[in-house]
């Protein structure tokens, strides 16, 4: 057993080392930053100071936070919505048909991001033909504004991250042994209790890793507030790339990353607690104990 536990740490050696050098180690830096002072024409001055982080407390940046954590917790609870039922329907594809489904799910990444942005930029034009579509049914007055706006950058954010939600639920859901739910049928569950009872829980996993590539992307998104916002929806990665380039504050624009990245690490938290409770879950129904290997 140790001889195992000893290939198996050499074998982790590699990804362990590509975490704390590109992951750790930026992060360390990133807070270290953040403790400086900022010199005239973007340098860092010496000694160490929480000017950066007081100047958080300025009262332009609640509005700024609240309006990336709402508008990232929409977009990854509209992706969860339209996911899941994507990735049901896909993985009951015939095998002929599916592999076609998800090459059309991941064909907009053929397509670079900002020129899909730019799309949408010009699909949402006050003089585009979806607002004159919408004008002529009468779903919309001469005057609406589809642009600019928040409704413009969940729209975009959606659109963005969508895939990124149904390919990890579609392969838990894959991984699904869709018996279980014609037994619980015959059980007399619905339909719809079949699904929530046992194919949610089933693909659960699936869902929290779904979760975690929306929310924390969609936290640090910039070139689509950026492009389809306009300068009244900023969001947080806005504000740290106005710092660090136009500004050249880059204490100013750690401080911002480092909060950012304190935010982040709160699903992550949530995620590590609950798969460490299924582990112990999973140990004591096969009467293991805890940290006991048997």
């Avoid at 332009?60 to 977009?75: D, F, K, N």
């Avoid at 990890?168 to 569950?189: C, H, N, S, V």
Wanted: proline residues 7%; contains cysteine.
């Amino acid at each position: 057993m140790k001889t195992r536990q000893w290939i198996e740490s050499v074998l982790s050696l590699p990804s362990f080392g590509w975490l704390v050098l590109f992951f750790a180690v930026p992060t360390v830096l990133v807070f270290a930053l953040s403790f400086k002072s900022a010199e005239y024409g973007g340098t860092l001055g010496t000694g160490w100071t929480l000017e950066a982080w007081r100047h958080l407390a300025n009262p332009a940046y609640p509005p700024i936070i609240w309006r990336t954590v709402w508008l990232s917790l929409a977009c990854t609870a509209l992706c969860l919505l339209f996911g899941v039922p994507v990735a049901y329907w896909i993985a009951r594809l015939d095998p002929r048909w599916r592999h076609r489904v998800l090459l059309l799910v991941i064909l907009p990444f053929w397509t670079n991001f900002l020129i899909r942005i730019f799309a949408w930029r010009t699909l949402l034009h006050p003089d585009g033909h979806l607002k004159n579509l919408l004008v002529h049914f009468g779903w919309a007055e001469p005057n609406t504004q589809l642009l600019y706006n928040n409704g413009a950058i969940l729209l975009v954010l959606f659109y963005t991250y969508l895939p990124f939600a149904i390919l990890p639920i579609y392969a838990a859901a894959e991984k699904f042994d869709f018996t279980l739910l014609d037994a619980a049928r015959d059980l007399g569950a619905t339909k719809w209790e079949a699904f929530r009872k046992v194919f949610l829980p089933g693909v659960r996993i699936g869902m929290l890793t779904a979760v975690l590539i929306v929310f924390i992307p969609a936290l640090g998104s910039y070139a689509i507030p950026a492009v389809v916002g306009g300068p009244s929806s900023e969001m947080i990665g806005s504000k740290i790339v106005q710092r660090a380039t136009l500004d050249r504050n880059i204490p100013h624009a750690a401080a911002l990353g480092a909060f950012l990245t304190l935010v982040i690490f709160i699903p992550l938290g949530i995620a590590a607690f609950l798969r460490w409770r299924d582990r112990r879950v999973t140990r004591r129904s096969h009467g293991l104990t805890p940290g006991v290997t048997p």
